[in-house]
Structure formats: C-alpha cells, structure tokens
C-alpha cells in the first residue's frame, strides 16, 4: 500500500499510468478516496512518458517490464492472479523466471514477487533493498541499458518471441 512505501520513503512521490483498456474513472475512484491522494498523479499519456521521471517503477509482469529496461528504469515486478490460473500456468509453461527483463536477461536482474509474494510489504522491502546500495542500483540501470543492445532497432518483437520460445523448448 502507499502507506507502507511513504512511511518507508517520505520523500517518494506516485504516478500510475492510466492504460487504456482501464477506465479512468475506476482509477480515480480509488485514489481519490485515499488519504494520500495529493501523494498520487494518474498519467494516461502513455507509460513511455513516466520512465523519464522515475527512479524506480513496480510493475504487472508484461512487455511494460522490456519497456522499462530500455529506459533503464529499474523496477520490481509483480504478478498475482487466480489461484487456478497460477496453477495451471505453472503446470504447463516451466521457466527460470516469470518476468520478461529477467527471461530476455538470462538471469534474474530485478525482483519478481509472485501472487501472494506480491504483498505492500514485500514490495518496499524489495525496493528499499534495491535503492540502499547506490552502486548496485547504477549497475542494475547498466544491465537494463544492456538489454537495450539485445532489444533495440528492427525486429525485437522477433528476438523476444524466439527468446520465449527457446526457453519453452518449443
């Protein structure tokens, strides 16, 4: 929750991208009620335009995660659905990591906190974790900007794409 990360981070600010298959209203229904409101901007230009102004982002498992890494935003990533859902997806796809950076990475560069891992306070602790050491963070930017490299230009959809289908052993 946003209590949780200000008592962590008193000075933290918070921007949630509006996606457009979410109405807005049901977004501003939600903050707008909240205590910290005043703590919370909803941006609906486009996530493209909240990397520049964050230092760090906490995002749903998704090409968001890639975009992000191109910007060299480090970030943590959560992914929570229902319990058969989880279950079955487990069932069927076995990979290392559920996050797109860490499957295109290789490895594990930023953390993934999976349905019930992916609590308010797992989610400071994580990224308390990653802003406490000011060399390790600039280094993760440096290994996100790398993926850049892999990514970037013509046909990344295509490398992602074969990338995935590697690791499924497809």
Same mark, same amino acid.
């Given at each position: 929750?946003?209590?949780?990360?200000?008592?962590?981070?008193?000075?933290?600010?918070?921007?949630?991208?509006?996606?457009?298959?979410?109405?807005?209203?049901?977004?501003?229904?939600?903050?707008?009620?909240?205590?910290?409101?005043?703590?919370?901007?909803?941006?609906?230009?486009?996530?493209?335009?909240?990397? =520049? !102004?964050?230092? @760090?982002? *906490?995002?749903?498992? $998704?090409? %968001?995660? +890639?975009? #992000?890494?191109?910007?060299? &935003? /480090?970030?943590?990533?959560?992914?929570?659905?229902?319990?058969?859902?989880?279950?079955? =997806? !487990?069932?069927? @796809?076995? *990979?290392?990591?559920? $996050?797109? %950076?860490? +499957?295109? #990475?290789?490895?594990?560069? &930023? /953390?993934?906190?999976?349905?019930?891992?992916?609590?308010?306070?797992?989610?400071?602790?994580?990224?308390?974790?990653?802003?406490?050491?000011?060399?390790?963070?600039?280094? +993760?930017?440096?290994?996100?900007?790398?993926?850049?490299?892999?990514?970037?230009?013509?046909?990344?959809?295509?490398?992602?794409?074969?990338?995935?289908?590697?690791?499924?052993?497809?």
């Amino acid at each position: 929750s946003i209590e949780i990360l200000k008592k962590r981070f008193r000075r933290a600010r918070f921007i949630i991208s509006h996606a457009p298959s979410i109405e807005l209203k049901w977004i501003q229904s939600a903050v707008g009620g909240h205590r910290l409101r005043s703590e919370v901007e909803v941006v609906s230009d486009g996530v493209e335009k909240i990397f =520049g !102004r964050c230092d @760090v982002i *906490v995002a749903a498992s $998704g090409t %968001v995660t +890639l975009q #992000a890494a191109i910007h060299g &935003v /480090p970030m943590v990533i959560i992914y929570k659905v229902s319990p058969i859902s989880f279950w079955l =997806g !487990r069932a069927l @796809v076995r *990979v290392p990591n559920i $996050g797109l %950076v860490n +499957l295109v #990475a290789g490895e594990r560069l &930023v /953390p993934e906190l999976v349905q019930h891992e992916a609590s308010a306070e797992n989610i400071a602790s994580a990224l308390e974790h990653m802003l406490s050491d000011a060399n390790q963070f600039i280094h +993760l930017k440096q290994q996100l900007f790398a993926l850049r490299d892999i990514l970037g230009g013509g046909g990344a959809s295509d490398r992602v794409a074969d990338i995935a289908l590697k690791m499924l052993n497809l």
